[in-house]
Nanobody
């Protein structure tokens, strides 16, 4: 029912910028809690940033100050602006979403809460 499609990945040099997009179809976008996760080869999928239905957001320590998450409910789209990219940011980036029946805390970057996932978009940062 709900599908998420990421775009905007690519290859950049250290210090470069990219903006990732994730467009949702199905469901009610305004009801979604959203997040970006990433996974590098041989590594577990890790949380990058999350954003609530009200726009409250949080970031992993490694990206705080460099990445900005945002959402446009009218366009059913989630964004991740990535600035000052580092080689350590190289990974497949995934958007994820779920629609909570009841509000609760502590969900931000916990994978098991997210029901819907995109196919991923590759980000490669060279030094």
């Amino acid at each position: 029912q709900v599908q998420l499609v990421e775009s905007g990945g690519g290859s950049v040099q250290s210090g470069g910028s990219l903006r990732l997009s994730c467009t949702a179809s199905g469901g009610t976008f305004g009801d979604f809690r959203l997040a970006w996760f990433r996974q590098a080869p041989g590594k577990e999928r890790e949380g990058v940033s999350c954003i609530s239905r009200s726009g409250e957001n949080a970031y992993a320590l490694d990206v705080k100050g460099r990445f900005t998450i945002s959402r446009d409910n009218a366009k059913s789209t989630l964004y991740l602006q990535m600035n000052n990219l580092k080689p350590e940011d190289t990974a497949m980036y995934y958007c994820a979403a779920f629609s909570p029946k009841v509000a609760f805390s502590g969900w931000c970057l916990i994978r098991r809460y997210f029901d819907y996932w995109g196919q991923g978009t590759q980000v490669t940062v060279s030094s």
